[in-house]
């Protein structure tokens, strides 16, 4: 059994695999230590283990990671991937950007995919069908916006979004108004990437469409285009990415 672990800015996801590449169970840390490590490898026969965090993970984490495990990773611009990294700087992207371009090639092989991690920042990278990682942008997220109207406008408060409402085209009061505003920019922005990069170039006119993140039901709620949803794409991205790295130590060994 596989054990991944993506440590993002306010939670850490975990996930257990099969030998097969089928997720058999999921978890949501606030906070994560060396004693849920432990934990995990009593409660389940892990044998294979994975780290990627976008900060700085606790040596007491990774010591342990170590410990249990019979292989493990430590995900970083170094380690091999099944993709190809044509970013200019590799040790400046995020591990979690990568994991989900790696995730996105084994879910759409030889496709060229948008990938929408909604989160505290948004980011929009893009995967080409022949396993090329080209690059990708970074905007601000849902709530990061709508506490910057609130702590950088005097007048404006705080407003809290329901991720399920279906919210007006246009607001008629200051909570609605900001509340569209925000959420339904960002429906925009991802129409917009999604429209320019379809009109780009011919290659990409089957462009498939993948979006995650912990705020992904907002932008489901606003934008039809076919969308994708897979809230663990980047956990599946680091499975693929243990798997690989394993094969490559069996190769060695033979």
């Not at 995919?113 to 690059?135: M, Q």
């Not at 569209?180 to 999604?194: D, L, P, S």
């Not at 499975?239 to 033979?254: F, S, Y």
């Amino acid at each position: 059994m596989n054990l991944c672990i993506d440590q993002g800015n306010s939670r850490t996801k975990v996930a257990l695999f099969e030998t097969d590449n089928r997720l058999v169970k999921s978890f949501i840390y606030k906070t994560f230590s060396s004693a849920d490590v432990k934990r995990l490898f009593t409660l389940y026969p892990i044998e294979d283990s994975i780290v990627s965090s976008v900060v700085n993970i606790e040596p007491s984490v990774v010591n342990a990671l170590n410990r249990h495990s019979r292989h493990f990773v430590l995900l970083d611009h170094h380690t091999p991937i099944p993709i190809v990294n044509d970013y200019e700087s590799p040790h400046t992207l995020g591990q979690d950007r990568l994991a989900a371009a790696v995730g996105a090639a084994a879910l759409f092989p030889k496709k060229d995919v948008l990938i929408i991690d909604a989160g505290s920042a948004i980011t929009y990278d893009v995967l080409s069908h022949e396993g090329h990682y080209l690059g990708g942008n970074i905007a601000p997220g849902i709530r990061v916006r709508l506490q910057s109207l609130h702590r950088l406008s005097k007048k404006l408060p705080l407003v809290d979004v329901d991720e399920n409402a279906m919210l007006p085209l246009l607001g008629k009061n200051t909570n609605d108004a900001i509340a569209a505003g925000v959420v339904r920019g960002v429906a925009f922005e991802v129409k917009g990437y999604i429209r320019a990069l379809r009109a780009e170039q011919d290659t990409v006119a089957d462009l498939q469409v993948v979006l995650t993140g912990g705020h992904a039901p907002f932008i489901l709620n606003h934008v039809k285009d076919d969308l994708h949803h897979e809230k663990n794409l980047v956990l599946i991205g680091l499975n693929v990415i243990l798997t690989h790295n394993m094969q490559i130590e069996k190769n060695d060994a033979l």
